[in-house]
């Protein structure tokens, strides 16, 4: 099943239209990773995608970035169908991407200089977004200088100078304790305000989903489908704070409803979930 | 100064002042082994005079040469091997049973190929050397995290420009340590070669020197390769120290 989540007189910035992705394997096998898969993304929001481990949703962010061509459907951004990854949009990785060989200056400054940016404007957009992520003070450091949080900063401020219009965020917090990441969300929350960017955010927590998100799509097991889009109802102007409100417990609740069946049909034990909701109720 | 150094230091000066004892007493005879302190007179007169600055100077020429086509065409290779996979699972068996040959019997095939000069001794120390920057270079290319590739494609970079600025300075800490063998491969296939095809160089001059029973000479030039290639390698581990510290995370 799939959702179309779109309301009415709101403008599509990005379009999974009807995409399906299957990997060939060895031996003449093959795996149905994601779809058929529908998603609208409106221009300016912030949608967060939830959903159970190996259900597809890195694979829905490679396809979104033009990372990976879709085995069936098409991606749309911008009114033009994607195939590479598109002008305007960013990316951030779960993973460390920081350059350990350049400091965080220069990391920061890649793509700029790589755009052919004249050197006044490069340094500019640079001290902004380093200031701005709170890296001023480690500016000539190496990446092997920092914290993980600091680097996951810095890569967010590489991709903040090139002033994305889509940014797609895969698990970007996933290696950083909770704190950090609570933090690290406000700090995420203040950079989709400034940029007015179109955020997607790929995550498995879902206190993270709830709090940051205008809309969170939930998939269910591999082939990653939406079950469900649940509108989180938050101000523009929001934070970390909206963990301690009744609502932020309402979306989770829901959210986990949703995932706990499919998270349980990946461990092989969908045939207790009832008996197990019984218990609980 | 770390107390690993200082025992360091202290296990190479007291064996030096163990060989200069047993030399003085007479226990290692003048005709095997001359002092220490006299190898290091015996090269300070070498250096001094001046006889020998022709042979100095074609010997780490050769090694220079040796070491820079042998990075660049080993770091080539190993980049066109691991760009073919299918190639890579052929090659790479013997590629690791490589150093069980001994090179040196090539020798009068490179001076049939070659001549007599300084071609087919640089020809012998990059044959010596190549698979040692091959395989760091894999090495290398091995390691780079996917994510450094997928960062690549997302700045739309092409083929040549993700090859220059993201992999070859992410391998960078391990081509380096493909360098520090590269070197030290070099000095080895170089002076052993000028040992038997040359008419020149430090090789050269150490068996001309032993032929006539001229011990500080030839201890002298032994002392002169060791130091070389001890500062040599010093000044590679600084900056191999540099680029792992950098990498450490």
Known sequence: ?281 | MKLESWIRLAVVAGSVGAIELLCRTGVIPNSVMIPPSDMALALASILSSGEMTGDIVSTFTNVALATLITVVLGFVLGQSIHAVPWLRASIEPLLASYYSVPTFMFYPVFIVLFGIGRAPIVAIAVLLAIVAMIMSTLNGLDRIPAVLRKTAHIYRMSRVATALLIELPAAAPYLFTGMKLVVAYAFIGVIASEFILSGSGLGYRIAYAYNNFENGKMYGLMLLVLVSVTLVNSGLNAIDNRLQARRRR
């Open chain 1, 1 to 281: 099943m799939s959702v179309r989540s779109e309301p009415a007189g709101t403008e599509a910035h990005a379009e999974i239209k009807a995409v399906t992705r299957v990997f060939e394997l060895p031996a003449g096998t093959s795996l149905h990773a994601l779809g058929p898969i529908d998603l609208d993304l409106r221009r300016g929001e912030f949608f967060a995608v939830v959903g159970p481990s190996g259900c597809g949703k890195s694979t829905l962010l490679d396809v979104l970035a033009g990372l990976a061509a879709p085995t069936d459907g098409k991606v749309v951004f911008e009114g033009k169908a994607v195939a590479g990854v598109p002008d305007g949009v960013g990316v951030v990785f779960q993973e460390d991407a920081s350059f350990s060989w350049l400091t965080v200056e220069d990391n920061v400054a890649f793509g700029l200089r790589r755009s052919g940016l004249d050197a006044a404007e490069t340094k500019r957009r640079v001290d902004y977004a380093i200031g701005f992520m709170g890296l001023k003070e480690f500016a000539a450091a190496y990446p092997s200088q920092l914290s993980g949080g600091m680097r996951q900063r810095v890569c967010i401020a590489r991709t903040l100078v090139l002033q994305p219009r889509l940014i797609l965020l895969d698990e970007p917090f996933a290696a950083l304790d909770q704190q950090t990441r609570l933090l690290m969300g406000d700090e995420l929350l203040r950079l989709w305000r400034e940029t007015s960017a179109t955020v997607l955010l790929i995550t498995h927590a879902l206190d993270e989903a709830a709090m940051l998100s205008d809309r969170v799509g939930v998939m269910s097991a591999r082939p990653g489908m939406f079950i469900d889009v649940v509108q989180t109802g938050w101000e523009r102007e929001r934070d970390s704070r909206v963990v301690s409100t009744p609502r932020f417990g309402e979306i989770t609740a829901r959210l986990w409803e949703k995932l706990r069946i499919e998270t349980m049909k990946i461990m092989g034990a969908a045939d207790r979930a009832p008996a197990a909701a019984g218990e609980n109720s």
